[in-house]
């Protein structure tokens, strides 16, 4: 391999580790701005964090009137979504960075990680299990 070649897939490299930080930078900033917009909103409105943690959206509908009425479990909400999202970003990512390298057994493995974290996200909101 030549050095140039060389050079080429080390750059390769260190644009998918920037954009796998930058994934993860972002990811880690949104769930912490939704956070403290929804702990703002619920010091504010005088809401108690058990009283609102046992409240349900029953539609995307319901999410989004209660997204636009500054309701403090939207933005809270939002937060766990971004923080559950992140990681799982990166997973997504790294299948493409592993294929690109070629490194076909990571590829498989990575790509069966997400399937599996997919399949658990799917099955626990249809079936909608309560673990406590």
Do not use: C
């Not at 917009?37 to 029953?58: C, E, N, R, T, W």
């Not at 990681?87 to 070629?102: D, L, N, T």
Request: hydrophobic letters at 55%; a neutral charge; glycine letters at 6%.
């Amino acid at each position: 391999m030549s050095d140039k070649e060389l050079q080429f897939e080390k750059s390769e490299a260190q644009f998918i580790n920037r954009v796998v930080a930058f994934i993860l930078a972002t990811g880690m900033y949104t769930t912490i701005g939704f956070y403290l917009v929804g702990l703002i909103l619920l010091f504010i409105k005088g809401d108690s964090i058990p009283q609102v943690a046992q409240q349900y959206f029953h539609s995307f509908g319901d999410f989004f009137s209660s997204l636009f009425t500054l309701d403090p479990r939207a933005f809270l909400y939002l937060g766990t979504v971004s923080l559950i999202l992140t990681p799982v970003s990166r997973v997504f990512i790294s299948i493409f960075a592993f294929w690109k390298e070629k490194d076909f057994k990571f590829v498989g493995i990575t790509a069966i990680v997400f399937l599996v974290i997919v399949a658990s996200v799917l099955v626990g909101s249809v079936f909608k299990i309560n673990v406590g």
